[in-house]
């Protein structure tokens, strides 16, 4: 069951990059002279979406049964 | 031949896996040599940067990597924190080389001192003590726990809500080292156990697959370094903002363009 809910938290964790990256390009293609605080606020927007997924899988197992 | 790849394609690696214990335990020398190094590294670096400081042309590539990690993160403290985001420099771009040199480690060695979790909490608690220390200093102990309360809220509302407000904001710092620590233990831990699996996913056909990872490991390490030094500015600008100041561009100049 660990691995069904590890694989769902991955699911969401790739469909909310899917939409950062999806925002950040549209954003670059309509203005080509923001490309760099773009990129900045892209990485910045990953790192909080990685975070949600690694607590999943580093946090969750721990609480949920081994020790 | 194929244990020659087993562990991140290289000998080195192999015999740092065979002299600790598989059960996933750093030993305290592992862990000191490790900060030894990166601490001879980081003095070496700035020993080569500062004795540029003499010439009236500055060629070195070392110099000018520093004056560029400098600028970003000045630009980076003044456009988050304001003008008075200056003196929080220092303390920032210390935790910027730690956590990248760190990393760098990382990527050749199977341990190092960000893919070790008591070294991440320990730096997630140092900066929320010394993002509370900055609070208290600038506005006072009352001042800096008023904050917690969130906004004022009238009648009796204020009663129920305001105390629920104050533990959720308590919680909240809590998670602050939580998400610090665990994000970057993740990020630069995960990058080892994924190489792992690679790796022991190639080795019927002798082929090192973890190698490839290699390009996301390097960004990895980039992006987490730069990710824990804005969120530090982002925790300082929280504490510390000034009531009204006039919009002052980040390297001090009025959008006039002048002083």
């Known amino acids: ?67 | 031949m194929g244990q020659f790849f087993l562990s991140s394609g290289s000998l080195l690696a192999q015999a740092g896996e065979e002299t600790f214990d598989k059960s996933g335990s750093y030993n305290l020398i592992h862990l000191f040599g490790t900060l030894a190094l990166l601490l001879v590294i980081a003095f070496g670096l700035m020993l080569s940067a500062k004795s540029g400081l003499g010439e009236r042309v500055f060629k070195k590539p070392v110099t000018c990597c520093s004056e560029q990690l400098y600028l970003f993160i000045e630009n980076m403290c003044l456009g988050t924190i304001g003008p008075h985001g200056k003196k929080y420099i220092p303390m920032v771009m210390t935790f910027w080389i730690v956590i990248f040199l760190g990393n760098v480690l990382a990527l050749f060695m199977p341990f190092a001192p960000t893919a070790n979790l008591s070294f991440n909490v320990a730096m997630a608690l140092i900066i929320v003590s010394y993002v509370q220390y900055e609070g208290i200093r600038a506005n006072g102990l009352a001042g800096h726990f008023s904050h917690f309360s969130g906004p004022k809220l009238a009648g009796v509302m204020a009663f129920f809500i305001t105390p629920m407000i104050f533990i959720i904001e308590l919680i909240s710092e809590v998670m602050k080292n939580v998400s610090l620590s665990l994000r970057l233990y993740g990020n630069i831990h995960g990058g080892h156990a994924a190489v792992e699996a690679m790796n022991k996913l190639g080795s019927p056909i002798f082929l090192p697959l973890g190698e490839f990872l290699l390009p996301v490991k390097i960004l990895t390490c980039l992006v987490q370094a730069m990710i824990f030094s804005i969120l530090t500015c982002v925790y300082l600008s929280l504490v510390t903002h000034h009531g009204e100041e006039e919009a002052v561009h980040p390297t001090g100049l009025t959008p006039s363009g002048q002083h």
């Not at chain 1, 990953?46 to 690694?54: S, T």
């Open chain 1, 1 to 67: 069951m660990l691995g069904i809910g590890i694989g769902i938290a991955g699911l969401g964790c790739g469909i909310g990059l899917g939409f950062i990256g999806n925002g950040a390009l549209q954003g670059m293609a309509r203005q080509p002279e923001a490309i760099g605080k773009l990129q900045t606020a892209m990485l910045i927007a990953l790192a909080f979406v990685e975070l949600v997924f690694l607590l999943s899988v580093f946090v969750v197992p721990f609480l949920a049964g081994g020790k």
